[in-house]
Every structure is written in structure tokens, then in C-alpha cells.
């Protein structure tokens, strides 16, 4: 009899019938467990994949369902957890709750859980341990970090005095804080105009800013129907492709001189844990993960630090009375006959408040990377069940109106208390928190405030005739500031 009936069926009829069945399956199996975050209603099938995820758009979604709140992307849940005392209960509080990296198919492609920042489990736990000992054996500890950037600095001033007229800073800053992880890593820097080391610089920035964009993102939902679709994800792997053999080069070139009793740099190094190791093969020791590590420091330890500063000097022209009072204080402590040095730091309260500033206000990884639940969870009464991706919005705790006096505003005084002294804030995570903490922070810290004070040492930035500057910055994987052209008048 049923089977009669849907015999008589026309086509019509039939594809209508094959539609519902498709959307119960997949209300079913979308279904979300008791107290899980709420969210905006996902449209059947995709979800809400035409949600935007930059943090504009999660900021306005956390303001409507609350701090803690979810997405569907795909088939894929993601909950995003907003506003310092949510964001310090995940990272901090619940110390090994979100611990592991979820399976980004865009990243996926080019890390394949390999390194330090995209890896989960044991070989994380590995890879991070031999980055910290090493990152601090060949930098800190020797005190050669100090050195190699004072001296990056000397070549960072001299190139901008060359210029002439208005221009535009990015890959001089790229390349200089770029030079100080290629000195840790590789050994050695390269020259402002060796042109392939600018090509990789072009297409890092380019990649970066690509793996912000909607449609590249879309491919995180359905990566095997877009493997086979052009569009700007395409652009994004052929880029680091190129980056990928440049990295090769240089290990296979360590590799034929390397000497097991004089480990020069990180890859040496890396080189020998590689023999150490042998029989160890989970913690992932072997060439295939010395080049994505090597991609993690050289990737994370330009890009993020090259932009702070680059807001740096934006802000400074943005507010000439604050770049003024910040020279006033290097002329007091530092004068212009000796270069700056980390031991100035405790004598610079008000430069050390505008360099916290310049980074709160940049806001340069506004929503961290992401995480994965590494065991159910409750988080602000809700459930997150194993496995679920979820982000912390560490633009939202930078920008929380119940932690800064003015947080739309650039205003050093939030780093200061009432007789002018520095003075450090719990909400101030632009390095996130927790186990996944950035490994290069002291690192990044060292740089930004060497580059800076160097830079506002010897010279007085303003914007080039006719330039209106903007501070609405550009979404990519990274907020940068947009492009802009200044003049440098040394003083
Ligand atoms: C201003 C500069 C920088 C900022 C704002 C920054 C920010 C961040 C953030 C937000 C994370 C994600 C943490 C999380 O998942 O919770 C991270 C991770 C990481 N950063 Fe940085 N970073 C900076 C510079 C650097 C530098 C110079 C290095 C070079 C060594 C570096 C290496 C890394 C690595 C390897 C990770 C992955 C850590 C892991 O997954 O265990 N970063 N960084």
C-alpha cells in the first residue's frame, strides 16, 4: 500500500519528500544538548556560516545573547565567550578546560596540527616545551636579544632618514622585527631590499590579511566543495606554498653544514632534539614539523609585532602632545647620546603606559586563536560539550567597559595611577592567558618597546601632506591598521 503510493508519485513530489527527510536529519543530528549557549537561529543546512566572525560582528552578537553565546558554521558549533571576567573563568580559572586547537580545514592545510600553534595532545605539549627553553636559551637568557635589536633599530632609523618624503612604513617594520626571530631561528637577518626575503614579507601580509576575509572563512565550512572552486582561498595556500619552500631553504641549508657540537640557532637545535628523540616518534620531532614550527615563530613573530608598532606611530601622529610628552621623557632618561635599553623601562612610566596603551587600543589578534573544549565544560551556567570550538574574544576584554575608564579612546592614562607611575591591569590580554598564552609575549614585549622608544628617539612622525589618517583598522586574521604614508623629521 505505502509502497503503491509512492510509486504514483510525480518527480515533484518526490524531491519535495527527499528535502524533508534531508531537513529532519539535519535538525536531528544539529540538535544542541540541554543548556547549551544560545544564539542567532541557523538557516537549515549551512548555519549561520553569513554571520560575520570578525570581531565587530561578534562584539554585536555578544551584546544581543550574552557573554557566552554559539554559532553553527556548517555542521560545526563554535561558542565564543566575551568580556574579561568570562574570558579570565575560561582561560585562567578553568586552567585545562580549553586547552587543544581545533581542526580549522583553511589552517589545517598548511599546519596539519603540526608546530606549536596549530598542534593539540602530547606533541603539543613537546613542541611548546623545547620552544620556550630554546626561544629564551638563544635570545633572553644570553642577553644577545637586547643587543640584536638595539642594533636592528640603528638599520630601522637609518633606512627611514633615507627616505625621502612620505611613506609608508609596513615592510620596513616587517622586515626589521622579522630579523630579530630570523636571527633567533635562522641564524642570520636579511638586508631591507633583498628582494625575495620582501616577496615572502608581501605574501605573509597578504595571506594574513586574505584569512580574515568572509569568503576565504566560507572554506572552513565546506572545504571539499571549495578545493575545487577558485576564489581567494586559492590565492591564500599558493602563498604559502612560496613560504613553505623559503623555509625549506633554509633547513636544508642548516642541515648541510650543521654541527651536533655547536648549535648555532633554533633549527640547529631542533636539528639535535631531532636525534634525541628518535625514539619518541608522538612528540613529532622530524623535519615536516621543524618547518611548520619554524612557520609558527616566523609568522606569529612578525606579523602581530610589526602591526603593533605600526599602530604605534599612527597613534603618535594621531596624538602629537602624547608622542611629545613620551619624547620629553627618552630625553630626560635616555638623552640622544646612548642607544635605549631594557633597563630604562622602570624609569619610563609614561612610555611604558602609552606602549600598554598602543597595544590595548590596537587590538592586533582580537579574538585570539581559536580553542577547542578539551573535556565538557560549564561556563556561565551553560554546557559545552568535548570537542566544541570555541573562541575568546580578547577584543571584548581589551575594549570592557567595566574594566577601562574610556575604552574607545587612546588614552595613557589607563596604565597610570594618581602619581603618574606605571601601573599593570588584570584585564590587559593581548597575548591571551592560560596554557595557550603566546610563547613569544616577553619577546614581543622586548621588541615593541625597543623599536618604539629607538624610533621616538630620533625622529618626530607626522602624516604626508594631505594625508586624512584613519584609526578604522583592517580585518584580516590580524587588525592592522590601513595603509598610510608619514613623514619622519629627526630631531
Ligand atoms: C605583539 C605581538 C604579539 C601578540 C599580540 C601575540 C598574540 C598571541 C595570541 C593572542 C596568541 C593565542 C593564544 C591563545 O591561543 O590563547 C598567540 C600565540 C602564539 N604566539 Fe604570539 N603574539 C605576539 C608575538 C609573538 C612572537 C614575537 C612570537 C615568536 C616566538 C609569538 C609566538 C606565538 C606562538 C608560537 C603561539 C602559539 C602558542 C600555542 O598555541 O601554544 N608571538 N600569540
Redesign the pocket.
Known amino acids: 500500500m505505502i509502497l503503491q503510493v509512492l510509486l504514483d508519485l510525480d518527480y515533484k513530489s518526490w524531491l519535495i519528500g527527499l528535502f524533508l527527510f534531508l531537513l529532519l536529519i539535519d535538525i536531528i543530528r544539529n540538535k544542541n544538548p540541554p543548556r547549551f549557549p544560545p544564539g542567532p537561529r541557523p538557516l537549515p543546512f549551512v548555519g549561520n556560516i553569513f554571520t560575520g566572525l570578525d570581531f565587530k560582528s561578534i562584539d554585536k552578537l555578544a551584546e544581543e545573547y550574552g557573554e557566552v553565546f554559539s554559532l553553527r558554521l556548517g555542521s560545526e558549533k563554535a561558542v565564543f565567550i566575551s568580556g574579561y571576567k568570562m574570558v579570565k573563568e575560561a582561560?585562567i580559572t578553568q586552567l585545562d578546560s580549553f586547552v587543544d586547537?581545533p581542526v580549522l580545514p583553511l589552517f589545517h592545510k598548511i599546519f596539519r596540527g603540526l608546530g606549536?600553534?596549530?598542534s593539540s595532545g602530547y606533541l603539543?605539549k613537546m613542541q611548546?616545551k623545547f620552544?620556550n627553553t630554546h626561544?629564551r636559551h638563544f635570545g633572553e637568557a644570553k642577553k644577545n636579544l637586547e643587543l640584536s635589536i638595539q642594533q636592528e633599530s640603528v638599520f630601522l632609523c637609518q633606512a627611514f632618514k633615507d627616505e625621502k618624503g612620505a611613506f609608508n612604513p609596513l615592510f620596513y617594520l616587517n622586515n626589521a622585527v622579522s630579523n630579530i626571530?630570523s636571527a633567533l631561528v635562522f641564524g642570520h637577518r636579511f638586508e631591507y631590499h633583498d628582494e625575495r626575503f620582501l616577496n615572502i614579507l608581501r605574501l605573509d601580509t597578504e595571506a594574513i590579511l586574505l584569512a580574515g576575509s568572509a569568503q576565504t572563512q566560507l572554506y572552513n565550512a565546506f572545504p571539499r566543495l571549495f578545493d575545487y572552486l577558485p576564489g581567494p582561498h586559492q590565492k591564500f595556500f599558493a602563498n604559502y606554498k612560496t613560504i613553505l619552500e623559503f623555509l625549506k631553504d633554509e633547513i636544508r641549508k642548516h642541515q648541510e653544514d650543521f654541527d651536533p657540537l655547536e648549535p648555532r640557532d633554533y633549527i640547529d637545535a631542533y636539528l639535535l632534539e631531532m636525534e634525541k628523540k628518535n625514539s619518541d616518534p608522538e612528540a613529532g620531532f622530524n623535519i615536516e614539523t621543524l618547518v611548520i614550527t619554524t612557520l609558527?615563530?616566523f609568522e606569529?613573530?612578525t606579523e602581530?609585532?610589526a602591526?603593533?608598532l605600526r599602530w604605534g606611530l599612527l597613534y603618535m601622529m594621531k596624538y602629537p602632545e602624547i608622542q611629545k610628552q613620551v619624547q620629553e621623557e627618552i630625553d630626560r632618561v635616555i638623552g640622544q647620546s646612548r642607544q635605549p635599553c631594557l633597563s630604562d623601562k622602570p624609569n619610563m612610566p609614561y612610555t611604558e603606559a602609552v606602549v600598554h596603551e598602543i597595544?590595548r587600543a590596537g587590538n592586533?589578534?582580537p579574538l585570539?586563536?581559536p580553542?577547542k573544549a578539551s573535556k565538557d565544560t560549564t561556563l556561565g551556567g551553560y554546557f559545552i560539550p568535548k570537542g566544541t570550538t570555541v573562541t575568546?574574544n580578547?577584543s571584548s576584554v581589551l575594549n570592557d567597559k567595566n574594566e577601562w575608564k574610556t575604552p574607545d579612546s587612546f588614552n595613557p592614562g589607563h596604565f597610570l595611577d594618581d602619581q603618574g607611575q606605571f601601573r599593570k591591569r588584570e584585564a590587559f590580554l593581548?597575548?591571551?592567558?592560560?596554557?595557550?598564552?603566546?610563547?613569544?609575549?616577553s619577546?614581543?614585549r622586548m621588541?615593541?618597546f625597543l623599536f618604539f622608544t629607538s624610533l621616538l628617539q630620533h625622529f618626530t612622525f607626522s602624516p604626508g601632506p594631505g594625508v586624512e589618517l584613519s584609526l578604522e583598522g583592517q580585518m584580516g586574521f590580524t587588525y592592522a591598521p590601513s595603509p598610510y604614508r608619514m613623514c619622519v623629521n629627526p630631531r
Open positions: 582561560l586547537r606549536v600553534g596549530l603539543w611548546r620552544a626561544l626571530i609558527d615563530m606569529a613573530g602581530t609585532a602591526t603593533t597595544q592586533v589578534v585570539g586563536f580553542k575568546t580578547l593581548p597575548f591571551s592567558a592560560g596554557r595557550r598564552v603566546c610563547v613569544g609575549e619577546l614581543a621588541e615593541i
